[in-house]
């Protein structure tokens, strides 16, 4: 069927992880948001590029596109090598519909693709999904001596491999992928039609002198009906997210030590996934992952996030602004956010201490706190607001003109 007969345009998403079905994490609640704004408009078709891992003969595939970059520039990044599997790269590039009109790619990781593409198509309109600068985020890891976290692959690799990852070995591979990241985002600056990723702070670092267009677009969320203030009675406060990433596992050890020395007389409720099994200080209790965070926000709860390793959005944050609940973070926390005088931004650990002692006499601030950061989702990371964004970047605005005209 030829393009003018059909009422929607074709749009190719290639992933490099599962997003359906999976315990919901930041970058995953971003990714299903893009999918829903596109399929408003279009029609999807998804591919998996997976990592090369536990095959013999990917690995040996990677090896060689490893090897070959030291020749053919840029050298790729260890994340960039794990899905450079020449035959996973043929089994995408057979994969894509060849009537659409534009493809997606998730991340850095799909460079290798990326270069490939490039080649078998060069008049389709390719967006690459970068979310995170990653050259930005080794960069920081490696200059505040923080350990490497292989992120959601760890349960695919071996334990051992993942305890190397956090010692020696993950300190050499910081190093190596610092010296080779901006070489692949600059390359993908000659190569994307668009590069997007989420905070603005990224977007000034990003390399390269190609003509992609470079857009960053905020997360959306969508708020709630619940009223964006305190209920009467003792306050808790929580942490929301996974021990398995750097940024969460850096927070979680700061609350925890600050709950050990300071014993506060009020509870800190850890929520996420928990690989480590280390003995939580008194007053702290591990909830484990829930499947809606909705209950985490029972009208008591204070997100308490100050943050030690700088990048991105902190979806979290959005999520507590969007269930009416206040958030206590530092600079970090807020960092690319438009968040003006927000009241509960607590860069000295005194002004912390107060709170966590006292919570009752922060109430008045912690009401302002929450309905400050209610308007300000509403506004600014609006549903509508973040999927117009998105289509415009994927050349969809048109066509979504046309499917309300002929809607009408």
């Known amino acids: 069927m030829s393009r003018a007969a059909r009422a929607r345009p074709i749009v190719q998403m290639i992933w490099t992880r599962p997003i359906d079905g999976q315990a919901m994490a930041g970058r995953l609640r971003v990714a299903i948001?893009?999918?829903?704004?596109?399929?408003?408009?279009?029609?999807?078709?998804?591919?998996?590029?997976?990592?090369?891992?536990?095959?013999a003969t990917a690995m040996l595939g990677i090896a060689w596109a490893w090897f070959c970059s030291l020749f053919r520039h840029p050298v790729l990044p260890l994340q960039c090598v794990l899905y450079a599997s020449p035959g996973a790269v043929r089994r995408a590039i057979a994969a894509i519909d060849p009537e659409a009109t534009t493809i997606?790619?998730?991340?850095?990781?799909?460079?290798?693709?990326?270069?490939?593409?490039?080649k078998v198509y060069p008049d389709k309109r390719i967006v690459v999904d970068l979310d995170d600068l990653m050259s930005r985020r080794v960069r920081l890891l490696r200059e505040g001596r923080f350990p490497l976290s292989a992120g959601y692959l760890t349960a695919a690799l071996p334990p051992t491999f993942v305890r190397w990852l956090t010692g020696g070995v993950g300190r050499m591979i910081l190093r190596y992928e610092e010296r080779t990241l901006p070489g692949v985002e600059a390359a993908i600056?000659?190569?994307?039609?668009?590069?997007?990723?989420v905070s603005s702070e990224d977007l000034t670092e990003m390399r390269g002198d190609g003509p992609?267009?470079?857009v960053s677009i905020l997360p959306m969320v969508t708020p709630t009906g619940r009223n964006p203030t305190l209920e009467p009675g003792p306050v808790r406060f929580i942490f929301a997210g996974t021990d398995t990433l750097t940024q969460n596992r850096l927070t979680i050890d700061y609350l925890t030590d600050l709950w050990a020395r300071e014993r506060p007389p009020v509870e800190l409720v850890l929520i996420g996934r928990r690989q480590r099994t280390t003995p939580l200080p008194d007053g702290v209790r591990a909830l484990?992952?829930?499947?809606?965070?909705?209950?985490?926000?029972?009208?008591?709860?204070?997100?308490?996030t100050p943050s030690l390793l700088r990048g991105g959005i902190k979806t979290k944050v959005l999520e507590a602004f969007a269930h009416g609940a206040p958030v206590i973070g530092n600079a970090i926390t807020f960092e690319a956010m438009p968040i003006g005088d927000y009241p509960l931004v607590c860069d000295g650990e005194d002004e912390l201490i107060a709170i966590i002692r006292n919570p009752e006499a922060f109430r008045d601030r912690f009401a302002v706190a929450a309905r400050?950061?209610?308007?300000?989702?509403?506004?600014?990371?609006?549903?509508?607001?973040?999927?117009?964004?998105?289509?415009?970047?994927?050349g969809l605005e048109e066509e979504r003109a046309e499917v309300m005209a002929q809607s009408a």
């Open 104 to 118: 997606y790619l998730d991340g850095v990781r799909t460079f290798a693709l990326l270069r490939r593409l490039r």
């Open 189 to 197: 600056t000659h190569l994307a039609d668009a590069v997007v990723l």
């Open 33 to 55: 948001a893009v999918r829903a704004a596109v399929r408003e408009v279009a029609d999807v078709r998804e591919h998996l590029l997976p990592p090369a891992i536990g095959s």
């Open 372 to 394: 400050f950061g209610f308007d300000y989702v509403q506004h600014v990371h609006a549903p509508d607001v973040f999927a117009r964004k998105w289509r415009r970047v994927l």
């Open 288 to 304: 484990g992952y829930i499947d809606d965070i909705a209950d985490a926000y029972d009208g008591r709860s204070v997100l308490l």
């Open 212 to 214: 992609a267009t470079r």
